[in-house]
């Protein structure tokens, strides 16, 4: 087989995985979608409680990859473009994007294997919090006139982390004061009542199980970036000397 033969075989390889590349960022940006619209994470990350909002860590994670996909299917095309044209400037400009892409992932992986723990426990104190607003004594006033607006914001709160999780308190001793207060979501038996699922386990089950998600696409794209990478440069180079011949 010649260099121009070389050079088909590499140019179809590399079309193949620009193609792979296009559809993973298609994919990428779907699940980013999803994660980003996900109801349980929406509605724990729109809630607010004295002004303070939700922690918002792992939604820069989520928009990172929203824009790595998108960027993805961008490259993607332009990679099967140039392949297809055979041109060198194409080619160049794709391997390029490549580079950056790919640190850019790298960065970002380095940045959530840092933030991973935060994501979880910025989100467990915000719960802390506002159970701790639940539970306070009421003022003198709030007592007087019956009614509590900063406790029944914070109540209406952890409904919320309840009802969305499927869980009650941090541990047997705060479920049995939430059970008595009623923000606990209402179970089938009284068995289940009182064996309902911690909100801090609910929370480190919810988020770690989607930053494995995103670290495994993460990962297969990584792979794929690489083989782009080696593929192009020597279909280039291929483009090269076929054409001083």
Known sequence: MGVEGCTKCIKYLLFVFNFIFWLAGGVILGV?????????????MGLQLDDKQAPSTFYIGVYILITVGAVMMFVGFLGCYGAIQESQCLLGTFFACLVLLFACEVAAGIWGFINKDQV????????????????????????????????????????????????????KLTQGLMLTRGVCPKMDSLKDQLTQASCHYRIDELFTTKLYLIGIAALVVAVIMIFEMIFSMILCCGIRNSSVY
């Not at 979608?33 to 509605?43: G, I, K, N, V």
């Not at 509590?148 to 499927?166: I, S």
Request: aromatic share 8%; proline share 3%; hydrophobic share 30%.
């Open 120 to 171: 979880t426990q910025e989100m467990k104190d915000f719960y802390d919090n506002a159970y701790a607003s639940a539970t306070l004594p009421s003022s003198i006033g709030a007592a007087i006139s019956g009614k509590d607006e900063k406790r029944e914001k914070a109540e209406g709160v952890l409904k919320v982390f309840h009802n969305t999780l499927q869980c009650c308190g941090t541990n």
């Open 32 to 44: 980013s979608l999803w994660l980003r619209h996900d109801p349980q994470t929406s509605e724990l």
